[in-house]
């Protein structure tokens, strides 16, 4: 009876074949550490590695290359830290844009001209002492009273009903206006607002429903009546939402010239000034976005009555690159729209954070807000003289950049736009010289104490704007480093997949093919064994 395979194989194994299992077991390749490192320092594509794994050098000469690839690696390391430091301290470079911007794909400014008078005489006359309406007056003009402003509700619809009664119109003060060569009816285009200078008219503002989240909550400006214009959405990063033409507002630029920009005829009527913002007769203007409400007593220009002026415009455009948004509002200083959290207004803005800032730091701090403020609640309070000095103090604070106790830290919006004008002024003379003006139907004796003239227009139809973008992307960051490290140690991404492969996968596949090998060993001396047992059995 022949034994079973499974018996021979379970018998111990002595003699000659025992002896030929222990020499190929001595004979199967095992990867050490030292060298898998010499068979990487030979195969790979860094410089100067091959001559360090290179058995029939000198020590001498192994140890040579040896210090000289630390080096190169501190050297590398070292300007590597430079363009990293140079990344994260600048990323961000503002430059004049390779683009030109055509006029007709921004708006004409928008135009506030307030009369420096705050009050007409015959409003003001008709109000009886002692009465609320009085107080609101007094307060407007900073005037005293006999009225206990401690009964002072401050309700923001009687403030709105008397600044609106008391004040100049806009139809009495626009007494004529043309855009683009055409002549409109001025009620049409300009609109009443309310700004710090009191009741002022806008030309070439948006609409509210694109300028405020919530026009029923305290809204500063009064729809224009029977409007035979659309309006359309306009924001500086998105620019016009739809098709501008010559029926719809805010207007395109329409060209270049006096002719192709705003004439209007301003009507002072100094004979009904009551109180005055300044200490003279005239208009106050300013151009400003027509996403935003201007500041008139701080940074309007003076229109003096009884002269014709010429406004000529240069926009300051403000773009940024999309690529920058990844990189922190802090490290580019700028917000972009999606970034906005603004309550009142819904076009993000540096002016427009600012005044929604102050609104909210009087309301916290005073109980109350200025007319003319965002109405950040619909009940908030109006402002009284009794408030003057909490206010006063707080809008100092504001002012004061020093300070930061009471601060808007409001960045800019990385797209925005602002105005710049250049002013020049003369004489106005109606009658004494055949002027072509045909919008003048006054006397010269009486256009040189109320009436103003004034062109705005724009000189250039191509503006380049300033534009935001990587000053070092991760693209150029990236060429950075590998060009360091090429130039110094001959490195690149197959360098890397070389040390992942002998840190991995050639000792795993080594050490598979080991256990492989030991096993084919043990095979074939079980087979030789076998063979030499059943042939002395036979």
């Known amino acids: 009876m022949r034994p079973s395979n499974e018996r021979l194989f379970r018998r111990p194994i002595h003699g000659p074949s025992s002896k030929l299992l222990q020499f190929d077991e001595k004979k199967s390749p095992k990867v050490t550490f030292a060298e898998n490192f010499r068979e990487y320092c030979l195969n790979t594509t860094l410089h100067g590695l091959k001559y360090i794994g290179t058995v029939s050098l000198t020590t001498v000469e192994r140890c040579f290359f040896f210090v000289s690839f630390i080096l190169v690696s501190i050297l590398s390391i070292y300007f590597i830290t430079n363009v990293y430091q140079k990344w994260q301290s600048t990323p961000i470079i503002i430059g004049l844009s390779p683009k030109a911007t055509h006029i007709r794909d921004i708006p004409f400014p928008a135009v506030t001209i307030c ?44 403030v709105r009903k008397m600044l609106l009664s008391a004040t100049q119109p806009c139809h009495s003060m626009v007494e004529a206006c043309r ?60 620019g016009f939402v739809g098709e501008a033409n010559n029926s719809t507002f805010p ?105 929604e800032c102050e609104a909210r730091l009087i309301q916290d701090n005073c109980g109350c807000v200025l007319y003319y403020m965002p109405k950040l609640q619909e009940d908030n309070k109006i ?41 020049s002024s003369a004489d106005l003379c109606v009658g004494k010289f055949m002027v072509r003006e045909n919008l003048l139907h006054v006397n010269d004796s009486y256009a040189r104490d109320n009436i103003a003239l004034v062109y705005i227009f724009f000189s250039e139809t191509y503006f380049r704007s300033f534009s935001k973008g990587e000053l070092i992307g991760f693209t150029e960051f990236l060429s950075n480093v590998g060009g360091l490290l090429g130039l110094f140690m001959g490195f690149s991404l197959i360098s890397l997949a070389e040390v992942i492969y002998f840190m991995t996968l050639r000792p795993l596949f080594a050490k598979r093919k080991e256990k492989a090998d030991r096993t084919n060993q043990e095979t074939v001396v079980r087979d030789r064994h076998f063979n030499t047992v059943y042939n002395n059995m036979v």
């Open 383 to 423: 402002c009284s003289k009794v408030d003057a000095g909490c206010y006063e103090k707080i809008r100092s604070s504001i002012a004061q950049t020093a300070s930061n106790t009471l601060s808007c830290s409001c960045l800019p919006g990385c797209f925005e736009i602002s105005y710049s004008i250049d002013r």
């Open 179 to 238: 855009y683009a060569q055409t002549t409109y009816n001025c009620q049409h285009i300009f609109r009443p607002v309310l700004t710090d200078e009191g009741l002022c008219c806008t030309f070439n503002s948006v609409d509210s429903s694109f300028l405020l989240w919530n026009r029923t909550n305290g809204g500063n400006r009064t729809e224009l009546p029977d409007n035979p214009f659309v309006p359309i959405e306009w924001t500086p990063e998105t």
């Open 115 to 158: 009369n420096m008078n705050q009050a007409t005489r015959t409003a003001a006359e008709a109000i009886k002492p002692g009465t609320l309406e009085k107080a609101i007056l007094n307060s407007i003009c900073s005037l005293d009273g006999e009225f206990n402003m401690t009964n002072y509700e401050g309700k923001w619809s009687t």
């Open 251 to 355: 207007r395109y630029i329409a060209g270049t010239g006096a002719n192709m920009g705003l004439t209007v005829v301003l009507d002072a009527n100094v004979k009904d000034y009551y109180c005055s913002s300044t200490s003279s007769y005239g208009f106050k203007l300013i151009l400003h976005n027509p996403t935003e409400t201007p500041k008139m007593a701080e940074y309007a220009h003076y229109i003096q009555v009884g002269t014709e002026n010429r406004i000529v415009v240069t926009p300051r455009i403000s773009d940024a690159s999309y690529l920058i948004r990844k990189t922190s509002q802090a490290t580019r200083q700028c917000v972009f729209a999606s970034e906005a959290n603004l309550s009142y207004f819904r076009t993000y803005s540096r002016n427009n954070c600012e005044m």
